[in-house]
């Protein structure tokens, strides 16, 4: 009977991801309340990856092994996991929610006949059965969500979900298990990832920011949210439907796929606070938040918020800030 | 070249949400519609891709009769056919069923690409299309971002954490999930809503769709406890909010 709880150590290159370290996290948390021991597995090319993993407190680490694991790719890695899934039989499957993870998990999860429950934020143990709580809406709104059918149950969590530091060490290195896997043929062929020629303005270093969102719906109404940086001697970014649209350039992107920065002020203007915008800018000192929407999720991580029109907020913030700043 | 666009219709993004009676669901009595916001721009990539080489772009939407504004919308812009998979419940099966469901209505097509968004903006679920891809035995990449598709490889690139990038070579038949702002969208000319009119819109039903095999269920949903004390400025007047914002700025966060 498929018992135990394998957690995905994701890697790029050899290094771990913060993110693993919260899955191991999610994945000893569930482990404890089902009464169930936890597996990690580690995908690459020899045994040596996986001792960084087995320092945590871990029944073992599998390490599946296959030279066509040196570099990611959604064809190598999903029959390697589906090897490893079939031959542990476990309950669960906890993965981080990453770009990497987001690209092979669902063709995993298919080869069982079933999706991923994606992206979760929180999960309960009651009477045996796991409740996931995913975020839906865009962060608007929490969904409890249940499983039924046969096992496995294949969880992605959110970046953030859990603490990586609350995943805990073992007293003793975990055993690493060395399993050679099948991988049939690997379709496609990636090129080494790269970053985009320097960015132009880095904003990890500026004190204030002022992003602006959708809610601006104009590129011409930019020049308001430029007045009220210049005030503040701050710098002006954005979501990124605006850097889609090409309002403002890309360099000036908040979020996971955009700039990460921590201001001493960070102001949130018509931006309704995604996930992906979140990371970007969750640990700046404070934020204010600016949105018609008493609901939008933005709120959640504000110190300071004014629900109301921008196009009332910004003028005389504009004009406040002036009469202060002398 | 035949290029399948899915293109899902979901609740406007600035739509006041409520929670139905049972709990389970928003409430769809009064909302209004829009297309998902990544499809748009999968459709334009598609669109694109054909004004370079040629071929043909067909739009799937599954889901109610509401969908067809999305799929008119589509055809306007300038996609030559659609499927529409109808069905009332169609949106609550779950990936895994959505994509079965999809395969079966577009097997026969045999497209040599599928384009779908990167993600759902209501359910969130970033799978559909992979999943598809695994069903039809087809290479696929996700959040891509550029397709060059003029070789005999298709070659694409993908958006990867924090400002990084890949490129992937893969063979055709494939599928490629769309990251939003791969390129421009168009509107939809005069000349093109005139034009859609007389293009083909098939209507199938699929053999089953009950939500047997959906795997996860949603039991309730709810609005997110707040975990921050956000101090609210202004009770509800702007521009008092705004002048006691600035007095805050400076006094107690001595930020400015
Ligand atoms: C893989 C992936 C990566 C992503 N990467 C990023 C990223 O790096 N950065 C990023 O930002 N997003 C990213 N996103 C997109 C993200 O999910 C959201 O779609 C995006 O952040 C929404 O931007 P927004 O808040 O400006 O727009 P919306 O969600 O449309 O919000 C607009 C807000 O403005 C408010 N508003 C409207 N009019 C007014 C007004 N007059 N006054 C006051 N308020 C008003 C509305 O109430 C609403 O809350 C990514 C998504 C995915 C799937
Ligand atoms: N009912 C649907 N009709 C058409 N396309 C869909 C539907 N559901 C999902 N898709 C496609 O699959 C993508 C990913 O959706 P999801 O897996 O729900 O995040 C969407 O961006 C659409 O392109």
């Known amino acids: ?326 | 070249m035949k290029i399948i666009v899915l293109m899902k219709q979901v609740a406007n993004k600035d739509a006041i949400l409520r929670i139905n009676k049972e709990g389970n669901w928003i409430e769809e009595g009064d909302l209004t519609f829009e297309v998902n916001e990544s499809d748009g721009y999968a459709l334009e990539e598609a669109l694109r891709t054909k004004e370079k080489h040629g071929g043909e772009v067909v739009v799937c939407s599954m889901g109610p009769q509401r969908v067809k504004s999305v799929i008119k919308d589509a055809l306007a812009r300038g996609a030559d056919r659609a499927i529409h998979i109808v069905g009332d419940n169609l949106a609550h099966v779950g990936p895994y069923r959505a994509a079965q469901i999809i395969a079966e209505a577009i097997r026969p097509e045999q497209p040599d690409l599928i384009f779908t968004g990167l993600q759902s903006d209501d359910y969130g679920f970033a799978q559909t299309g992979v999943i598809l891809a695994e069903i039809l035995s087809l290479p696929h990449a996700t959040i891509v971002i550029e397709v060059d598709a003029s070789g005999e490889q298709l070659r694409v690139k993908r958006e990867l954490e924090n400002g990084w990038y890949q490129w992937y070579t893969m063979p055709r038949p494939a599928l490629l999930t769309i990251q939003s702002g791969i390129s421009q969208i168009r509107y939809a000319s005069l000349k093109g809503i005139m034009a859609a009119k007389k293009k083909e819109i098939k209507e199938v039903q699929p053999a089953e769709a009950s939500q047997a095999g959906a795997h996860q269920r949603i039991n309730k949903i709810y609005f997110p406890q707040k975990t921050k004390q956000t101090q609210f400025l202004g009770d509800g007047n702007a521009k008092a909010g705004a002048t006691q914002l600035a007095e805050k700025l400076r006094n107690e966060a001595r930020v400015i």
């Open chain 1, 1 to 326: 009977m498929a018992n135990g709880i394998l957690v995905f150590a994701e890697h790029r290159d050899g290094v771990f991801g913060k993110t693993s370290f919260e899955a191991v996290a999610a994945a000893q948390q569930l482990g404890a309340e089902l009464g169930q021991s936890v597996t990690a597995v580690v995908l690459s090319t020899d045994a040596g990856l996986a001792q960084e993993v087995a320092a945590y407190d871990l029944s073992r680490v599998v390490s599946a092994e296959n030279p066509k694991l040196s570099e990611y790719t959604p064809d190598a890695y999903t029959d390697a996991m589906e090897r490893v899934v079939r031959s542990l039989d476990p309950a669960y499957v906890i993965m981080p929610h990453t770009y990497l993870v987001r690209d092979f998990a669902p063709k995993l999860a298919a080869r069982f006949a079933r999706s991923v429950v994606s992206d979760c934020i929180r999960a309960s143990v009651e009477g045996g059965a796991v409740t996931f709580a995913r975020r839906i809406f865009l962060g608007k709104i929490d969904a409890d969500v249940q499983t039924d059918g046969e096992p496995p149950v294949f969880a992605t969590f959110q970046s953030g979900a859990y603490r990586s530091e609350q995943a805990r060490r073992g007293a003793s290195s975990a055993q690493v298990e060395s399993m050679t896997v099948e991988v049939g043929e690997v379709r496609m062929k990636p090129e080494p990832a790269f970053q985009e020629v320097k960015q132009a303005v880095d904003l990890t270093k500026a004190d204030t920011i002022v992003a602006v969102g959708r809610g601006i719906k104009s590129q011409e109404n930019l020049a308001l949210v430029e007045q009220l940086a210049a005030a503040l001697g701050g710098d002006i970014a954005a979501s990124r439907p605006i850097c889609d649209a090409g309002w403002l350039p890309i360099d000036r992107q908040i979020g996971s796929s955009g700039q990460t920065v921590a201001p001493k002020l960070y102001i949130a203007l018509g931006i309704s606070g995604a996930i992906q915008h979140l990371v970007g800018m969750k640990n700046s000192s404070t934020i204010v938040a600016v949105n018609k929407d008493p609901e939008a999720p933005i709120f959640d991580i504000a110190d300071y918020g004014i629900v109301g029109d921008l196009f009332e907020v910004i003028p005389v913030l504009t004009e406040e800030v002036k009469k202060l700043k002398g």
